[in-house]
């Protein structure tokens, strides 16, 4: 993503939008609740409007939502005056949900788009949404919005901006070469830096740089992958000890990668680098270092303190389904909780990068066929580590991913199928985001069996389902195959 200049009256014009939620909040004299499509964006979203709330006395119910189709559900089980959608197009509620209109409803979501064609009382709903301001909707995340609705509400709001920064990070609202953050983002960061909450410098971007031992944040990287390294802790305590760096201070207390000295961390960048430069990694040596987002106001050697590692601690959260840890993480709990969800993490973590072991020692648990490489209910998989893997797989180059990469699993009579596009064949015009499109179109697969987007997808089918999806799948790449390859040859 490139660069992303937003010119600052646009930025009063989001701030103004924004003030008339912040009112609207201020007035209320009842409790409210917090609709938020589960996503780490939304979690942070969803944190800064509640402790907001939480400061002018005003109770909150947040209810997270992982399928939109389970919305309608939840929705009749619940009854408050106002709601707060984070997340959502206006499309995916009921109509007859805007039918009662002494409801309040706020919308809350960057890419929000306003249709006037849809017959509903849009004077008495309020939005807040970087597309109806005409910015670039990868200029600031939810969690941006929330930030500026916050700012309205309590003058302590630059405290919100380490969480506002994860959001942008989770929409990798960052600039392609240099990876730093781009748009809105950036003036958060500023705002944030002014009150000596945010910290912004350069340095090794592995998890767990800020909370574990140097040779553990090894064992466990999972994105890159370290041949050799990566779920051997005694071959990474051995890497650490030839370069010569200490793996404990003065005080016996063990080191992580950010207390190195600018040349140990030099010695371990180009190694690191050389390692995978061996390996013929995919995955993009440059962005081995870059910029890392202190958070001050967060303990030392927390994964908190570290914007990117907070990110992943959600992102993990979100995956395992901790929806209830992440939040309360993210409203302040550095307790039992956060104790909980950390080990939950590196367990997690720790799974993942010997499952990728497992595949490197014998590659022929990924079968080739003709037109796609598959991975066939293998039982050193579960639902939550595959997508962790699956991008270890494709973007550290362990498997040649030339061909689709897809997983199948089988639990509980549902079979699920995580499908990965083929960066070579993106180049030649095949995208799975068309496929399953298509799929929908001719009504072979419904939207409600899908989760992902852009690269990745996971369909979740019933045993007939999953042979006619696979069926259909593979005559959709011989069919583009064939088409290639008949263009090339009439050239």
Known sequence: MSSIEVPFDKIQSLKGEASKISELLKNLEENLVIIYRVNPDNLCATGILISCLREIGL??????IDNSS??????????????????????????????????RIIFVDHKFSIDKRLKIPWESILTLSLKELEIPVNALSNAGLAYFIAEGITEEYPKFSGLALIGGLANKQVDS??????????????????????????????????????????????????????????????????????????????????????????KLYDRLIALLVEQKSQFKT??????????????????????????????????????????????????NIYDELKRKMDNYHGNAAQIIEKITQDISIVDSKEHYKIIENQ????????????????????ITVDKPLLLHLKEKNMNYLYMHDSPIQIQKGFQLYHVIQDFIKRKILSESSIKGETDFFRLALSDDDYLTILEEFEKSLKYHHDGTKTDSTSK
């Open 177 to 266: 070469k240099s990876q730093k953050l781009i748009g809105i983002n950036r003036f958060i960061l500023e705002e944030g830096k002014k009150e000596e909450i945010l910290k912004e410098t350069v340095g090794t971007r592995i998890y767990g740089r800020e909370s574990l031992p140097i040779h553990l944040a090894l064992k466990y990287s999972i994105n890159p992958y370290f041949p050799g390294l990566t779920g051997n802790e005694e071959a990474c305590t051995s890497f650490v000890s030839r370069l010569g760096i200490s793996m404990k201070d003065q005080d016996g207390n063990a080191r992580t990668i950010s207390s190195l000295t600018t040349e140990e961390t030099k």
């Open 70 to 103: 389970d919305l309608e559900e939840r929705l009749k089980k619940i009854n408050y005056s106002t709601h707060i959608f984070i997340g959502f197009q206006i499309k995916e509620l009921p109509s007859k949900f805007f039918k009662d209109e002494t409801k």
């Open 286 to 335: 440059e962005s081995l270092i870059g910029p890392i987002y202190i958070i001050l106001t967060e303990t030392s050697k927390s994964q908190t303190r570290n914007a990117e590692e907070y990110l992943w601690l959600l992102d993990g959260a979100c995956r395992l389904r901790k929806y209830g840890l992440a939040l309360a993480v993210v409203l302040g709990d550095r307790t």
């Open 379 to 398: 039982d050193i998989f579960n639902l939550e580590s595959v997508p962790l893997v699956i991008k270890a797989l494709v973007e550290s180059n362990i």
């Open 59 to 64: 109770g909150c119910h947040s209810i997270s």
